[in-house]
Each structure stands twice: as C-alpha cells, then as structure tokens.
C-alpha cells in the first residue's frame, strides 16, 4: 500500500508540537495543521475497511480463506500504520518505532498464526478502528470549522436566500474557534496514535526483556566463535611454527658436530620462522584488541585503520577515552564497515563522523559507491550482533547508485 499523499507528504515540514503552546503557531502553520487533519480525517475510508478485513481474517482462518485475506490485509494495515506513525511522531517531534514480532522463519501458514499473537499487530487493529470512530470525529471539527463559513458564505453570494446569510453569519465566529483549538486536537490525535501504538510500561520491558534473551544468545553464539577463530589462528599459525622451530632447532643441534655451516642454516631459518610466529601472534591480539586501540583510543585507532585503506577516507571522530569493550566493539564495527565499503562499494570516498555526546557514541560510516547494502549480510549482521551486545543498534541507508550510510549508536557513560 503507498503512502498517503495528504498526509506523508507532509510529514518534512511539520511542524513539532512537543513544547508548543495552543496559541504559538501562526497562520501558516495552523492551515498546514488543518491539511494534516483532513489527512488523518481522509484515512477514515481505508481504516474502516482495513480493521473490517483484518477482524473476519479471524474467523475466515478456520476455511483456509482468512490466511489469504489475512496475507493481504495484515501487511497493508502496517503500511497504513507506518504512515500515522510517521505523521504522528513528527507532529510531537519524536520517533515512534514498529515493535512487530520477528517473522522471518515463517511461510504463509504460521506467518498469520505468528501475526494473531503479536501485540504489536493488535495495537495496529486498535489504531485503524480508532482512526475509523473517535480520531475520525476529532480530525474532522478543525475541518469543519474552517470550511462551514467559506461554504456558508459561497451559498449566500449564488443563492442570496436569507438562510444562507444566517448560516454565514452563524458560522463565521467559529473562525475563532478554529483558530484556538486547531493546534491542541491535532496534537491530541498525535498523543492518542502515540499512546495507542507504544503500549504500556509492561509491555516495553516485556519486550525489552525478550530482546535482552536473544542479544545474551548471540552474544554467547559470537564469543563461541571468537573462541573458535582464535583457537584455529593459533592452532594453524603460531603454533605451526613454533613446532617447526623446534623440529629445526633439534635437527641442528644434531648437525653440529658433523656439518656446522649446515646448523648455522637451519638455526637461521628457524630465527626467521620465529619472527613469523611473532607476526601471527601480533595479528591475533590485533583481532581481540588493537594495541593502537589502548594507546590512541577510538579516534587514533580509526585514523590508523584508515590511512591502511587503498581509497581516501574521512574520519572526524571526537571521543573521548570510552570503556574498552565499547571502543573495541566500536572499532571493529566501523573496521567491518570499511572493509564492506572496499571490497563492495566500488566507491571513490568514504568518510567516519561522529562522537559522544555523554550518554551515547554515535558513529556515521558511509561511502559515495553503489549502494544496495543487504543488511542481513553476514557482515553487516554480524555488526549489528556486535553492537546489540551493549544495547546498541545499527540503521542502514543504501539505496541503489546512491551510496551507502551505516549509523552506529551504543549508549555509554563515562565515568
């Protein structure tokens, strides 16, 4: 379903109305709010008919019938939604994000099955059958008050009868109703959509306590891994070559006696492989914890990474010194981030802005390539893994010839 042009394409020039008083929007910003709320007033026909096929989905579902209205139904219903959720919070000047329930693992069977016991999805329901009632009644009064007298008055001039001149002269004070009430019922319908779509305190830590499961899973599945990369970089680097070494070390020691010059050779090659076994070793605290990393902190170590790169990168990182397995989580971020951008973009530039503000690290990493990034690539996954791990949380913008942008937040104190 596509968006509602009467209301979405508004949404940019919305004003917030978070900390405005009734009376503080002029007239400009008044008629904008009364187009908004013909929009939320418009979306009345598509609610009704959404929230009716949605509810006899339910009982349909027990002759195979309600799956398929429900496969339609349900998807066009959270596109409707998205756009009140857009409309709405930028109306307050906040986000109001989807908590829809993970149905990646499902087909057309379990994927409505899924759907019947995901709150989320209910809260959907309640909000299309609001906008259909009361929200329909609530958007349609700063409408109606500005429109009656401009239609009152037209009547008058063509028909010139007395009632329409009574009417006209009725309704024109209700321009100054209009005009002080317009601002509180659009914000009104904006708080009523917001508290309708986040649901109540419980939930959310329902909800959060659910994430916090699956982050703990992953994060044990990924040191799990770690483990296993380290234990197989040892296993066939370093300790390859120290074993060789002493297999070396122990021939020239029997070659001593008979063939010095043939000793002196194999303790050479056995220095030589041990300088090897060093640089696999380096490479392996390298993967745990860049010592660059513990000397120049997050901002020294992302420069160093970058001067590596075989294309110009940008970096503006201001951080101060955070706790280590944030910076360390950080830089392989924004490392996995820039090799993606090297071996995928086909890209010219790439650029690292970002900082702390005091209570989260937010990092930009982006690049001018080809775009189309596949957030649940392994890579970018494995990012997103990374950073759950500490509450953080990864958003992708890439869309197709124009460039990739990763936004990278991890809420962190420091002491």
């Not at 329901?125 to 329909?136: E, I, K, P, R």
């Not at 916090?212 to 296993?235: F, G, S």
């Not at 008979?258 to 050479?268: K, V």
């Not at 990168?313 to 010194?321: D, H, I, K, Q, Y």
Request: glycine share 10%; aromatic share 4%; hydrophobic share 50%.
């Amino acid at each position: 379903m596509t968006d509602s042009p009467t209301m979405a394409s508004l949404t940019a020039p919305l004003p917030s109305l978070r900390h405005t008083p009734v009376d503080g929007a002029g007239l400009v910003e008044r008629l904008r709010l009364t187009l908004v709320s013909l929009g939320y007033a418009l979306s009345f026909v598509p609610s009704l008919a959404l929230g009716i096929l949605v509810l006899l989905s339910i009982p349909l579902g027990l002759v195979t019938v309600g799956f398929v209205l429900a496969l339609g139904a349900v998807p066009a219903m959270a596109a409707l939604v998205s756009v009140h959720r857009r409309v709405s919070g930028a109306l307050l000047g906040e986000e109001i994000p989807p908590a829809y329930a993970d149905t990646g693992n499902t087909n057309a069977v379990t994927r409505p099955a899924r759907w019947l016991r995901d709150r989320a999805r209910w809260r959907d329901v309640a909000l299309v059958w609001f906008s259909a009632t009361g929200g329909f009644v609530l958007s349609l009064v700063p409408v109606a008050l500005l429109t009656s007298p401009a239609i009152h008055l037209t009547g008058a001039v063509l028909d010139g009868g007395w009632v329409w001149w009574l009417l006209a002269a009725i309704s024109t004070p209700l321009l100054a109703v209009w005009w002080l009430i317009t601002p509180a019922l659009v914000r009104a319908r904006a708080l009523a959509e917001r508290g309708i779509l986040v649901g109540s305190r419980i939930e959310e830590l329902e909800h959060r306590v659910e994430e916090v499961e699956e982050t703990r899973t992953a994060t044990l599945d990924h040191n799990a891994a770690e483990l296993r990369r380290i234990e197989r970089d040892l296993h066939d680097g370093a300790q390859a070559r120290i074993a060789a070494v002493g297999m070396t070390v122990g021939l020239a020691e029997k070659l001593m006696a008979s063939d010095p010059q043939a000793a002196a050779d194999l303790l050479r090659e056995a220095r030589e492989t041990t300088v090897g076994a060093l640089e696999d070793l380096r490479a392996v605290v390298r993967g745990i914890h860049p010592p660059v990393l513990a000397d120049l902190g997050l901002g020294g170590a992302v420069e160093g990474l970058a001067l590596s790169l075989p294309l110009p990168v940008t970096v503006t990182l201001a951080a101060e010194r955070l706790p280590a397995p944030v910076e360390s989580a950080a830089y392989f971020a924004v490392a996995e981030c820039l090799t993606n951008t090297v071996k995928h973009a086909d890209a010219t530039r790439a650029w690292v802005h970002g900082g702390h503000d005091g209570t989260t690290l937010r990092i930009t990493v982006g690049d001018d390539g080809r775009g189309g990034a596949d957030p649940s690539g392994s890579g970018l996954s494995g990012i997103a893994g990374r950073l759950a791990a500490f509450d953080g949380r990864m958003r992708i913008t890439s869309p197709r010839g124009g460039g990739t942008t990763v936004h990278l937040e991890v809420p962190c104190r420091v002491a």
